[in-house]
């Protein structure tokens, strides 16, 4: 069963930066997506990232977040930068298609 290990997140003020780090387990290396939600929302897309490194982003996340992956070490990165209050949520991610097995996802708080 694949699983996901996400971490990374902690408090940052309005504008700062995170780097979050997603590490896989399974076999191959399949085009993996980040995702967001707070609590009592539905579940958001961020963004995706294919096995070769061409990512895909969700409209609210274009120049400002950045999609990574290193296949050796089996991690996909979520770059944020000019984080707002409304980027506040815990991110997750996974395969697509979406394995059933989520990781907790890491908390990312922005609040001065």
């Known amino acids: 069963q694949v699983q996901f290990v996400e971490s990374g997140g902690g408090l940052v003020p309005p504008g700062g930066s995170l780097k979050l780090s997603c590490v896989y387990s399974?076999?191959?290396?399949?085009?993996m997506a980040w995702y967001r939600q707070v609590a009592g929302k539905q579940r958001e897309f961020v963004g995706h990232?294919?096995?070769?490194?061409?990512?895909n982003y969700a409209h609210y996340a274009e120049g400002r977040f950045t999609i990574s992956r290193d296949n050796g070490k089996r991690t996909v990165y979520l770059q944020l930068s000019d984080l707002k209050p409304d980027d506040t949520a815990v991110y997750s991610c996974?395969?697509?298609?979406?394995?059933?097995?989520w990781g907790q996802g890491t908390q990312v708080t922005v609040s001065s």
């Open positions: 996974n395969n697509i298609p979406n394995s059933n097995s």
């Open positions: 399974g076999s191959g290396n399949p085009i």
């Open positions: 990232i294919t096995p070769d490194g061409l990512p």
